[in-house]
C-alpha cells in the first residue's frame, strides 16, 4: 500500500509542471467544482451574527482566549520573566526527550503564523476598521496568549516520544489521550476530524496560497512570467528543507524567523521616524478610532471587528497548529513550553502586525477631511491616496519614505511565505502520520505532494480552494477549543505544580 502511495505521490511531482502550464484550464475547473460543493462549509465557518458582520469563528476564539486568560490568573503577564529565560536556554536540560530547543520550537511555530496576513490582512482591517483596528487587535494578541499556553502545554503532555528520539504531538494526540484520561467518549473521532481540517489547512492556506502571493510579488518587481517556474524553484527548496524532517525545519526557522523579523520591524521603524513628528499623533488616532471609529464605516464596533478579525486570523492562538511544532521540544516539564508559546501572539500580532499598522497611518496613506478630522470613505473601506488596499497599501507606506522600501517589503513576503510553508509542511504532516501511520515511506508521501501543491498554487488562482482551507484552518480551531475547555482542567494542575516547585527551588537553572 505505501509502495503504491509513494509511486502515486512521485507521478504527481512529475505531472505538476505540466498540470501547471494548464493553470487556466485547471483553475476552471475547480472553480466550478469547488464553489458549489465547498461553498455552504466555507459559509458556515465565516458566517456573521445575524445583523452584523462579526463572524461567529473570531468571537469563537476571542471568548476562548478571555476565559483561558481568567482561568489561569492572567498567566501571560504573570510568568513573562521566566518565558524569556525560558527561550534563552536558562533552564534547558540537554538530556531531556524531544527534537528541538526552545528557541527552535518557538522560531518554527513563529515562521507559520508570521507571514503575508501580518502585511496584507492587516491592511486590510486598518483601510476597514480605521487605526482604531490595532487596538483591538492588540487587546485580542493579548488575550490570544493564553490560549497558547493552554494548547502547547497540553501538546508536550501527550506527545509520543518514539526510541529513535523524535517525537509526535499536538492537538489530535492530547485530544485522543486526554478524552480517554478523564473517561469522556469522542476522543478518537474528534482527533481524526482535527487532522483532516489541517491536512486541508496546510495544503491549502499554509501553502498553495503562499506560492501564489510569492509568485505575485516577484512578478510585479521583475515582470510577468510563468508562475510555474516559482512554484517549481520554491518547491525544490522548501522539499530540500522538510527531508529533514523538524531538525532541519527549526534550523532553518531559526535563522529566517530573527533575520525576517528584524527586517521587517526595521524597516517598520526607519518610516516612522522618518515621520516622527507625527508618532504622538498616529497613536492618537489609533485610541480615538478605538472608541469614536472617527467616522469610519461601522464606528467603534466597526473598529472593533477588523482589530479583533485580524488578530484571530494572525496568531492563530486557538487554532491548535502550534501546539504540533511545540510538541517537539526538548523538556521533561509541559507546562515550559506552555510559557514559551505564549510569546508568539506577542510577537506577532503585537509587535509586528501593531508595526503594520502603524506605518500606514503615520505615512498618510489614508485620506481624511481636514475640515472634520474624520477618514473618507470610499465604499465600504476608507480612501487611500493612490486608491491602493491589501498588500499594496502597505507597499505605497513603505515606498512613501524611501523609494526602494517596497523591495524591502517584497524581501520580506518571500521570506514570510516561503518560512510559512515549511511549517505547514510539519503540521500537515504529524496529522497525515496521526491518521496514515509513522514511517519514512509515509512521511515521503506526504512531503511529495505537498511541495506538488507548491507549484500548482504558484501557477493558478484558486480562489475556492483557497477560500475552503481557510475555512479548514479556522474548522481546527472549532474542534480545538471545544476539547481545550474540558482539559483545561489539567493545564492548571501542572501549573501549580511548576509554580510550586520552581518557587522552591526545585526547578533550576542548567549552566551552558
Given at each position: 500500500m505505501q509502495t503504491r502511495l509513494l509511486s502515486t505521490a512521485a507521478a504527481m511531482v512529475v505531472a505538476s509542471s505540466a498540470v501547471a502550464q494548464d493553470a487556466m484550464t485547471l483553475d476552471q475547473k475547480v472553480n466550478e467544482t469547488f464553489a458549489s460543493l465547498t461553498g455552504p462549509f466555507v459559509n458556515l465557518i465565516f458566517a456573521p451574527f445575524p445583523g452584523t458582520a462579526f463572524p461567529w469563528i473570531v468571537m469563537w476564539l476571542v471568548v476562548a482566549a478571555t476565559i483561558f486568560t481568567l482561568y489561569f490568573g492572567f498567566v501571560q503577564f504573570r510568568f513573562f520573566g521566566h518565558s524569556i529565560a525560558l527561550v534563552k536556554g536558562d533552564y534547558s536540560d540537554p538530556d531531556d526527550a524531544g527534537e528541538v530547543s526552545h528557541f527552535q520550537a518557538l522560531a518554527t511555530a513563529l515562521s507559520g503564523t508570521v507571514g503575508l496576513g501580518n502585511i496584507a490582512g492587516v491592511a486590510v482591517a486598518v483601510g476597514i476598521g480605521g487605526p482604531g483596528a490595532?487596538?483591538?487587535?492588540?487587546?485580542?494578541?493579548?488575550?490570544?496568549?493564553?490560549?497558547?499556553?493552554?494548547?502547547?502545554?497540553?501538546?508536550?503532555?501527550?506527545?509520543?516520544?518514539?526510541?529513535?528520539?523524535?517525537?509526535?504531538?499536538?492537538?489530535?494526540?492530547?485530544?485522543?489521550?486526554?478524552?480517554?484520561?478523564?473517561?469522556?467518549p469522542g476522543g478518537k473521532f474528534l482527533a481524526v476530524l482535527f487532522s483532516v481540517f489541517c491536512i486541508l489547512g496546510a495544503l491549502g492556506g499554509g501553502n498553495m496560497f503562499q506560492a501564489n502571493q510569492a509568485h505575485a510579488q516577484i512578478s510585479g518587481i521583475v515582470g510577468d512570467y510563468p508562475g510555474?517556474?516559482?512554484?517549481?524553484?520554491?518547491?525544490?527548496?522548501?522539499?530540500?528543507?522538510?527531508?529533514g524532517g523538524v531538525k532541519s525545519i527549526a534550523r532553518v526557522t531559526e535563522k529566517v524567523v530573527p533575520f525576517m523579523g528584524i527586517l521587517y520591524v526595521g524597516a517598520a521603524l526607519v518610516i516612522i521616524l522618518v515621520n516622527y513628528d507625527k508618532i504622538g499623533w498616529a497613536f492618537g488616532q489609533i485610541f480615538a478610532g478605538a472608541f469614536t471609529g472617527l467616522g469610519v464605516a461601522g464606528g467603534m464596533v466597526g473598529a472593533l471587528i477588523?482589530?479583533?478579525?485580524?488578530?484571530?486570523?494572525?496568531?492563530?492562538?486557538?487554532?491548535?497548529?502550534?501546539?504540533?511544532?511545540?510538541?517537539?521540544?526538548?523538556?521533561k516539564e509541559p507546562i515550559t513550553e506552555g510559557f514559551v508559546s505564549l510569546l508568539e501572539p506577542?510577537?506577532?500580532?503585537?509587535?509586528?502586525?501593531?508595526?503594520?499598522?502603524?506605518?500606514i497611518t503615520i505615512s498618510g496613506q489614508l485620506v481624511s477631511d481636514p475640515a472634520t478630522g474624520k477618514y473618507l470613505l470610499?465604499?465600504?473601506?476608507?480612501?487611500?491616496?493612490?486608491?491602493?488596499?491589501?498588500?499594496?497599501l502597505t507597499s505605497a507606506a513603505f515606498g512613501s519614505a524611501i523609494g526602494w522600501f517596497p523591495y524591502v517589503l517584497a524581501v520580506a513576503v518571500i521570506l514570510f511565505a516561503f518560512s510559512t510553508m515549511i511549517s505547514w509542511s510539519y503540521y500537515g504532516l504529524k496529522a497525515w502520520t496521526y491518521l496514515f501511520g509513522e514511517g519514512k515511506t509515509t512521511e515521503l508521501v506526504f512531503k511529495l505532494i505537498f511541495c506538488a501543491f507548491v507549484v500548482i498554487g504558484a501557477a493558478a488562482s484558486l480562489g475556492p480552494v483557497i477560500d475552503f482551507s481557510d475555512a479548514?484552518?479556522?474548522?481546527?480551531?472549532?474542534?480545538?477549543?471545544?476539547?481545550?475547555?474540558?482539559?483545561?482542567?489539567?493545564?492548571?494542575?501542572?501549573?501549580?505544580?511548576?509554580?510550586?516547585?520552581?518557587?522552591?527551588?526545585?526547578?533550576r537553572k542548567f549552566s551552558h
Open positions: 490595532t487596538f483591538w487587535m492588540i487587546l485580542a494578541g493579548l488575550l490570544g496568549m493564553a490560549s497558547k499556553f493552554t494548547e502547547c502545554t497540553l501538546g508536550v503532555k501527550y506527545r509520543n516520544e518514539y526510541p529513535d528520539g523524535t517525537v509526535s504531538g499536538g492537538p489530535m494526540y492530547y485530544i485522543s489521550k486526554g478524552f480517554s484520561e478523564l473517561g469522556l510555474w517556474i516559482t512554484g517549481i524553484v520554491f518547491a525544490a527548496v522548501v522539499f530540500l528543507v522538510i527531508v477588523q482589530g479583533f478579525k485580524r488578530a484571530a486570523f494572525s496568531n492563530e492562538a486557538g487554532v491548535g497548529s502550534a501546539a504540533i511544532a511545540h510538541s517537539a521540544v526538548r523538556t506577542l510577537i506577532d500580532t503585537v509587535v509586528i502586525c501593531t508595526m503594520t499598522a502603524l506605518v470610499d465604499g465600504g473601506h476608507i480612501a487611500t491616496v493612490d486608491g491602493n488596499t491589501g498588500v499594496a479548514a484552518i479556522f474548522a481546527m480551531a472549532v474542534v480545538n477549543i471545544f476539547a481545550l475547555y474540558f482539559l483545561m482542567k489539567i493545564v492548571r494542575k501542572e501549573l501549580a505544580s511548576y509554580s510550586e516547585r520552581l518557587a522552591s527551588g526545585e526547578i
